[in-house]
């Protein structure tokens, strides 16, 4: 079982950055993808972004433009580099690991989940 601690988030103006980070620990980092998804009350958790680990990099569409992930495979910790920041954008923010990725999607059917770090951006 992967262990997933997050870290970052907080609340940032319209057009802000920001940057998460995910720290796995429990099973060797480089043999797994790792991503992020978010939760707004009232819908459903969604992909965000994921990295193999190859490091072929996965988007949703929404987001390709804005937010960069990376990963460091010596500290087994994947970023999400969050840049012009929308109101839109708030949402919790779960880290998760591994994941499943097809086309230009990832899932999380078997893979843990971190605890959730609260991102909030206002307009």
């Known amino acids: 079982q992967v262990q997933l601690v997050e870290s970052g988030g907080g609340s940032v103006q319209a057009g802000g950055s920001q940057r998460l980070s995910c720290t796995a620990s429990?099973?060797?980092?480089?043999?797994?993808?790792m991503g992020w998804f978010r939760h707004t009350q009232g819908k459903e958790r969604e992909f965000v972004a994921a990295?193999?680990?190859?490091?072929?990099?996965y988007y949703a569409a929404a987001m390709k433009d804005r937010f960069t992930i990376s990963k460091d495979t010596a500290k087994n910790t994947v970023y999400l580099q969050m840049n012009s920041l929308k109101p839109e954008d708030t949402a919790v923010y779960y880290c998760?690991?591994?994941?499943?990725?097809?086309?230009?999607?990832?899932?999380?059917?078997?893979?843990?989940w971190g605890q959730g770090t609260q991102v909030t951006v206002s307009a």
């Open positions: 990295i193999s680990w190859s490091g072929i990099t």
């Open positions: 998760a690991a591994p994941l499943e990725c097809s086309g230009s999607e990832c899932y999380n059917t078997h893979g843990s």
């Open positions: 429990g099973r060797t980092f480089s043999t797994f993808a």
